[in-house]
């Protein structure tokens, strides 16, 4: 898989974390044990009651162990989305 993500290198990625995190931001650099660099990122946090909440975090680094999904955003998609109103349940953690 690690081969795989040479292609979103310097692109703007979402990052599913096994606790149920969403992450979205610029793929910098990666290894061969999925641990993935992300710049100016933010996490997008769900709430049923209220919008998405985006917390800046800036640099990032995600330990491979933690990935569950590497995703491509279409950044044209994304600027279109008003995510104040989008509402949805968190994500629930993994269970190994």
């Known amino acids: 898989m690690a081969s795989e993500l040479e292609n979103y290198v310097d692109q703007i990625v979402n990052v599913i974390t096994n606790d149920g995190r969403n ?3 610029v793929l910098k650099g990666y ?11 933010h996490e997008r946090v769900f709430s049923p009651d209220a919008g ?12 491979g162990d933690n990935v569950s999904i590497i995703g491509e955003v279409d950044e044209d998609e994304d600027i279109g ?11 629930k953690p993994i269970v190994h």
């Open 81 to 91: 989305i008003d995510y104040s109103k989008v509402k949805g349940e968190p994500l």
């Open 31 to 41: 290894d061969q044990c999925i641990n993935i660099i992300l710049e100016d990122c």
């Open 23 to 25: 992450i979205v931001g």
């Open 52 to 63: 998405v909440e985006q917390h800046v975090l800036g640099l990032y680094i995600v330990r």
